[in-house]
């Protein structure tokens, strides 16, 4: 199977999951965005089991979205 194809799969897998788990996510997110690099990365560097990437994936996601919390919140403690 080519990158590309293993990246597409891999994406629309691990997409639909995030999905799931977060419903108020675009299309046109940041998040979207980050996932096709994420994923494009992979492939470049010769990852090939599409099952590993879309937990990979979503693992970065899942870090991604814990430092936007942490920071959020710091933000919201530096007001008071």
Do not use: P
Request: net charge negative.
């Amino acid at each position: 199977m080519a990158a590309n194809e293993i990246a597409g799969i891999a994406f629309e897998r691990a997409w639909r999951v995030y999905r799931l788990l977060n419903s108020k996510t675009t299309e046109d997110s940041e998040r979207h965005r980050e996932l096709e690099d994420f994923i494009q990365k992979c492939c470049a560097q010769g990852a090939t089991d599409t099952e590993a990437i879309v937990v990979l994936a979503l693992i970065h996601l899942k870090q991604l979205d814990e430092e936007a919390a942490r920071r959020a919140e710091t933000g919201k403690n530096r007001c008071k």
